[in-house]
Structure formats: structure tokens, C-alpha cells
């Protein structure tokens, strides 16, 4: 488990964004070390925000924030943090007329890889990890979505960085394409810090060690998937039919309706999964919330 | 849908390479560089020019895969490309004998192409009986499909002994095939 | 004529083969089934590849490079002979059909300049003195846009910091201008430097839209020059003087004076302009 502390890679306090009046993200207090981080939350939540704050692609209205032990906001010490760092922004944008290989050679130049010979060998490798050593020399607008978001994780590879930001990376990829995802994100993640965001708790289950859940710019769950799963235990039962007392319920494959929420003396209780501990925290939140 | 390279025909190898996938071009030198390169050394005893005649040959394959025409096997087209890249290099070595226009004519016909497809036979025993020289000639412009001009290139033989050497050929042949 | 001869090449063959050990007419042989016979191709290859791997592992890296390497365009390569480095050279590049945009757009205003210069006119040489400096600046808005979100967030976090890109690419957008003007000085007549009389005016006003994108995007940040710029005819109407004059003097004093200010803004504010507070 992560804690907090100066070999934190990541350390927010009271940490705040505003666009105008607007408070997208409200004093949050988070500490972040080796490992894999999921980032789970509805649209809205504040999640690229927060994910953008970290990569130092925005400043902070107020709070603090440290980076890999350094502060974003000196300039000098900005330099050191991003080149240290990997992101993969939210919308993949790409210059449509380089091909794959071009693309990630240019961002290694912008990454002050000068030397040729070392360049060439980051990039090939960066490829390697993301299977698109064939595809290298196609132009990325002959490329599928899955195979463009393969590229912008490639790019974020590069100079092996110490932390990884990751703003929903497994978009639009096949089954697949997800596990090699996860191959490559728990590589990579053994000394580093990985931050993703992502909608798919399977991704999370899958993959964090952490899961911090987020609503309306506020945390709202720090912990272990474990133990967001386990805010559902007792509140998840099969039966033939939905109920309608429950805060969700949906068919499942076998025709077996699952259902959470309150759950009824008596029923057959099910094993909790992440998602449905997900499903349990946003009731309670939009019950506190409603009230 | 990954696929097994190393099941694929060299045809669909070579429409692979036209949709720009480097794996297949891998595995198309994988499979025919060895080849090439010896077949190659044998015309040429300077290793570095063979080098980068082979090297040429397989860049050349990439910018060029969308003109196989898919008659004639894929080793064939090959080889048309790596002769003449190492005919180029040469030519940069040794300048040109100036010659008639008609030395840019294969020089050979379907007959020629017929005694080039025995293996095995009568054509290698007589093949034996030539001297060196005609049997070089004959290696040139038959089992390579060269020109008058590229044969003389690579022999390094002016246009007019190429074809004097031919005809002999294929006279003593004829005589030895009877 | 056997297309399909049931004479393989064995495997001592294809050895000697490989080892130049053979006789010229069974390497004849050898040779003339090799080029229709893909299997007996690969088992000789396999026997050359004993023999002569480390030749054909360099061979293949050397084209594995040459395939690699990044295709240098026209543009790139010009601005690599007068200088620049290979990395400032590929962030210029970058922008690709953007370049040809800005290019075309100093082009045209060119042309129009030629023009301009041969018509008595003084209307028309006056709307075209207030819309030629906007040419250039068009082009530079675009080139940016290009980049603009999404590649945008994603520079905004590399080393390489932005402003140094933003610079690059508007120097890559204004210099041309100032060669082609250059160029052109012969052609025109003793109306002659009037009609480069746009020239600083739309170095200022690219300074400006640069200075600008400290708080807006670069687009906003043109349009906002632009319809600064648009209120010349105005102003000289205030100062009761043609067009025409106050782009021979207002125009060009204040344009320097923009070129200073604006660009010491712009320098200035160079640790924050990769960092600032909108998304």
C-alpha cells in the first residue's frame, strides 16, 4: 500500500483548481508512490484535471502539489519532473501525415533524446512494448483507434519515465489489445508510479493496487480494490427477477438478475466485485448529496 | 489478427510489404537474402559492393512492392532487381563501352528460357563441354536474363564479345543437344 | 517445358553452394531452380545464413535504418542548411501542410505587393497595405491550431518547453516573409518601399499574437491582433490623414513600438508561458 511521505512520487495538499468560479477540483489531499493508481469517476468528476496537474500540463489555483519530489511551479524544477515523466492525454492527438515511427521520434526529440543512435534504440524499444514494430512505417492517419492510442502509449514510454500519466488509455481498445495494455502498464510500474484513469473497474480489478474514486472534484474513496469491493459485501444478490428496491440491478448471463443495494433477508448473497462496490459508494454519495 | 509469417506464400508476402507491414519484408529476407548474397558473390568477388547491392536490393523492394506484377515467381523478380543494383554499382566502378541501341534487348529467347528450365539433363553436360568464358556468357544472359549491356558490365567484356561469345554458345550447344 | 520439376535442391548441394565449394554447373543449376522454388530458396538460404550471418545481420540492419530513418522534406532540409540543428529543424517541419499554408499566404501577399505597387490607385493600394500584414499572422494562428489541443496538452508536458516551440514555428512563419520581401525590393518601382510598407506592421503583429497566447489560445490571440490592427483605417480618420499616411508613419512607429513591447512581454514571460492557468 502506498504511503505517504517525502519518497512519495506524487503529494498533493488542499490541493484546488478553478476555471473562473468554477471549482473543478476542491482541496484534495492524496500521496502516491510505486505502483499502479486507478483513477476511477463519473465524467465530470475532475479526473483529466487532476491527471493534467500531474503531468504539469496546467498550474494549480491554490494547494500544493510535488511531483517526484519537486514543485511544478519553479520553473527549473518543472524541467526535472517532465523529464522524468510519460503522459498520455485523454484526446490522442497526432500529426496525421508522419508515419508511427516518425511521430514517436520526433516527441523523443521534443524529450531531448539528441543522440541518434540512443533515440533510435528508445523509440524501437518503446515500439516493441506497444506491438507496433510492423505498422512503424504506415502514416498514422492509415491507423485504427486502437492502434493510435498504442502510439500515444508508446510516446509516453519513452526515457523510461518514473511516472506515468495516463488519462483513459484502454479507450477504444479490443479485449486483447486491453491485456497487453495491462502487460505492459505492470512492467513498467514495478519501481515507477503508474496514474491511470479509467472508466472499466474490470481494469481496475485487473490491474491497481490502488483505486482512488473521485465526485465532483472531491475524493471520495482512497484505497485497495479489495476494499472498494468490499463496501458492497452484503449488499449484492442474485434473483430470478430485478428488485425494484435496488440501486442497480441488470441481467446477467445466465438469466439471473443481479442486484445491489439494501439487500432483503434471505437472499442468496453474491461476491462483491469492484464495480459493484463502485455502484454502492456512488448511492451513498448521491443519497448524501439528494438529502 | 496476427498472422504466421512463416506460413504465408512469398506472393502474400509481397503484397504485405506493398501495405507497408516491416515484418514481412523481415521475413522475406529471412528467407531469400541468403541466396541473393551468394548468388550474388559469385558474379562479384568484392564483398562490400555485394553488400550494399543486397542492401539496395531489399530497400528497393520496399519502395517498389506494388510493382511485383505476380508473373514469374517472387525469387525471380528478386533477383532482376539485385543483379542490376549490382550492375549499377560496378558501372560506377568501370565506365560504360559505348554501344548500338539494340544492346538493351534481352538478348533471350523463349527457346533460351526452355533450355534453362532443364535441370538436370542435357543442357548441364553440354553446358560442361563450353569453355569458361561461353559458359559465363551463357550464365549471363540466360539463367540471369540480363541484356547485352549488363552482361558486358558485369563480364566486363565490350557489347560485341558478348554477342560473338553467344552465338559460339549456342551453336556448340546445339551441336552437343542434337 | 517442367514448371513444376520434381528436382529439389539437396541439402549437400545448398552446403556447397554456400561454401563456393561447388561446380559451375551444378551451381547453374542450383541458381536457375532457386528463383521459382520458394522452399529450395529458404533451405539455401539457411545454408548462406551459416556460413555468412554476420553479413546478412548487418546487411539487414543497415536497411532496417535506411527505412527508419525520418523522411526530410523540403522545408526541412532549407532550414537545416542555414543552421538550424536537426531537432529545431524536425519542431519546424512539424507543422507540414501549415508551412506551405504560411508560405503561399506571404506569396500571395507578395504578389499583391507587386501589384499594388503598379496601380496608380490609391484606394486599392491602401486596402491592400491594411490586409497583407494579416497574411503572415493567418498562417501563424494556423500553424498553431494545428497544433493546438489535443497535441497541445501533450507538449505542454515534454522538456522541450513551448515557448521555444512557439517561437520556432512563428520564426519559421515570419523569416520566409522577410526573404521573399527582400527578394522583391528589385521589382517594384519608386512606389517601391511603400509597398513593403506592410512589413513591420505584420511583424508586430505576430510579436503581438505571440505575446498574447501568454493568456489566450494562439487562435483568440490572433483574431484579437487582427481586429486591433482592423481599426487603423478609424484612427487615421481621427488624425484627419489618409490610409496611406498613416501607414507611412503611425503604422510603422507604432509597430515598432509593439515589436518592443510585445516581444519583451514575450521573453519575458518565458518560464510561464508553458504553464498557465486554462486548459
Known amino acids: 500500500m502506498n504511503t505517504a511521505g517525502s519518497g512519495a512520487h506524487v503529494a498533493l495538499t488542499q490541493l484546488t483548481k478553478s476555471y473562473g468560479r468554477t471549482e473543478v477540483l476542491r482541496g484534495l489531499n492524496l500521496a502516491l508512490g510505486p505502483g499502479v493508481v ?47 515523466l510519460g503522459y498520455v492525454p485523454q484526446e490522442v492527438g497526432l500529426y496525421e501525415n508522419f508515419t508511427v515511427y516518425e511521430f514517436v521520434d520526433y516527441i523523443a526529440i521534443l524529450k531531448e533524446q539528441t543522440d541518434r543512435a540512443a533515440r533510435r534504440a528508445d523509440v524501437c524499444r518503446v515500439l516493441a512494448a506497444v506491438d507496433l514494430e510492423d505498422v512503424r512505417s504506415k502514416k498514422i492517419r492509415k491507423l485504427s483507434g486502437g492502434m493510435r492510442r498504442r502510439v500515444a502509449l508508446a510516446q509516453s514510454l519513452l ?15 479490443d479485449p486483447e489489445q486491453r491485456l497487453r495494455f495491462r502487460q505492459i502498464v505492470s512492467q513498467h510500474a514495478e519501481r515507477r508510479c503508474v496514474v491511470l484513469s479509467t472508466h472499466m473497474t474490470e481494469d481496475v480489478e485487473a ?31 442474485l434473483a430470478p427477477a430485478a428488485d425494484p428496491n435496488a440501486l442497480m440491478s441488470w441481467r446477467t448471463g445466465d438469466g439471473r438478475h443481479r442486484n445491489v443495494g439494501d439487500a432483503p433477508v434471505g437472499v442468496h448473497l453474491a461476491e462483491p466485485t469492484v464495480q459493484d462496490g463502485y455502484l454502492v459508494l456512488n448511492g451513498r454519495v448521491l443519497a448524501v448529496s439528494s438529502a | ?86 550492375i549499377g554499382l560496378l558501372r560506377k566502378r568501370r565506365p560504360i563501352p559505348v554501344a548500338r541501341c539494340d544492346d538493351d534487348v534481352a538478348m533471350v529467347s523463349a527457346e533460351e528460357l526452355v533450355l534453362a528450365g532443364t535441370e538436370h539433363g542435357a543442357l548441364a553436360g553440354a553446358m560442361r563441354s563450353l569453355s569458361p568464358e561461353l559458359r559465363a556468357v551463357v550464365q549471363a544472359t540466360v539463367l540471369d536474363g540480363l541484356t547485352t549491356r549488363e552482361a558486358s558490365q558485369l563480364l566486363n567484356i565490350p557489347t560485341g564479345t558478348v554477342k560473338t561469345r553467344m552465338m559460339r554458345a549456342k551453336v556448340e550447344l546445339r551441336g552437343a543437344l542434337v | 517445358m517442367n514448371a513444376e520439376t520434381t528436382w529439389h535442391i539437396d541439402s549437400a548441394s545448398a552446403q556447397r553452394y554456400a561454401r563456393h565449394t561447388i561446380d559451375e554447373v551444378t551451381a547453374a543449376s542450383v541458381e536457375a531452380h532457386v528463383s521459382a522454388c520458394g522452399s529450395c530458396a529458404a533451405a539455401v538460404s539457411a545454408a548462406v545464413e551459416e556460413t555468412h550471418e554476420g553479413l546478412l545481420d548487418n546487411v539487414w540492419a543497415k536497411v532496417d535504418e535506411l527505412l527508419d530513418a525520418p523522411r526530410v522534406g523540403v522545408i526541412e532540409r532549407s532550414v537545416r542548411s542555414v543552421g538550424c540543428s536537426p531537432a529545431t529543424a524536425r519542431v519546424i517541419a512539424a507543422t507540414g501542410r501549415a508551412q506551405w499554408s504560411c508560405l503561399s499566404a506571404v506569396a500571395l501577399s507578395l504578389t499583391l505587393a507587386v501589384f499594388a505597387s503598379t496601380t496608380g490607385d490609391d484606394a486599392a493600394f491602401a486596402l491592400f497595405l491594411l490586409f497583407a500584414p494579416i497574411g ?33 514555428r512563428s520564426a519559421a512563419a515570419v523569416v520566409p516573409s522577410i526573404v521573399l520581401t527582400a527578394l522583391s525590393i528589385p521589382i517594384l518601382n519608386e512606389r517601391g518601399w511603400l509597398a513593403l510598407a506592410w512589413m513591420l506592421p505584420s511583424f508586430a503583429l ?26 487603423l483605417p478609424v484612427v487615421a480618420r481621427l488624425q484627419a490623414e489618409t490610409v496611406l499616411d498613416a501607414m507611412a508613419g503611425t503604422a510603422q512607429l507604432t509597430s515598432i513600438a509593439v515589436v518592443l513591447a510585445a516581444g519583451t512581454v514575450f521573453v519575458t514571460r518565458r518560464p510561464t508561458f508553458d504553464y498557465r492557468g486554462f486548459s
Not at chain 1, 475532475?46 to 520553473?75: I, M, Q, W, Y
Not at chain 2, 523492394?61 to 515467381?73: F, L, N, P
Request: proline share 4%; glycine share 8%; hydrophobic share 50%.
Open chain 1, 38 to 84: 486507478g483513477l476511477l469517476g463519473p465524467n465530470g468528476a475532475g479526473k483529466t484535471t487532476l491527471l493534467k496537474l500531474l503531468a504539469t500540463a496546467l498550474a494549480p489555483t491554490s494547494g500544493t502539489l510535488e511531483v517526484l519530489g519537486r514543485n511544478p511551479a519553479d520553473a527549473a524544477d518543472r524541467l526535472e519532473i517532465r523529464r522524468r
Open chain 3, 136 to 168: 503572415p499572422l493567418v498562417a501563424t494562428a494556423v500553424a498553431f491550431e494545428r497544433f493546438g489541443e489535443p497535441v497541445e496538452s501533450l507538449l505542454r508536458t515534454v522538456p522541450t518547453a513551448l515557448w521555444t516551440i512557439a517561437l520556432v
Open chain 1, 159 to 173: 526515457g523510461d519515465p518514473q511516472l506515468l500519466v495516463l488519462d483513459e488509455p484502454t479507450v477504444g481498445l
Open chain 3, 206 to 231: 505576430s510579436v503581438a499574437a505571440l505575446a498574447l497566447s501568454n493568456w489566450m489560445r494562439p487562435g483568440q490571440s490572433a483574431l484579437v491582433v487582427t481586429l486591433i490592427w482592423m481599426s
Open chain 1, 207 to 237: 490491474l491497481c493496487e490502488r483505486v482512488v474514486v473521485m465526485d465532483h472534484g472531491a475524493i471520495i474513496f482512497d484505497g485497495t480494490p479489495a476494499g472498494l469491493a468490499a463496501l458492497a459485501s452484503g449488499k449484492v444478490w
Open chain 2, 1 to 86: 489478427m496476427r498472422r504466421d509469417l512463416t506460413e504465408c506464400s512469398d506472393t502474400e508476402l509481397v503484397s504485405l510489404i506493398a501495405d507497408e507491414h516491416r515484418d514481412a519484408l523481415a521475413e522475406l529476407y529471412r528467407r531469400h537474402a541468403g541466396w541473393v548474397l551468394a548468388r550474388l558473390r559469385y558474379r562479384c568477388a568484392d564483398d562490400g559492393m555485394v553488400a550494399e547491392a543486397l542492401q539496395d536490393t531489399f530497400v528497393a523492394v520496399w519502395k517498389g512492392a506494388r510493382s511485383y506484377d505476380r508473373r514469374g515467381a517472387v525469387g525471380g523478380w528478386l533477383w532482376g532487381i539485385a543483379i542490376r543494383r549490382l
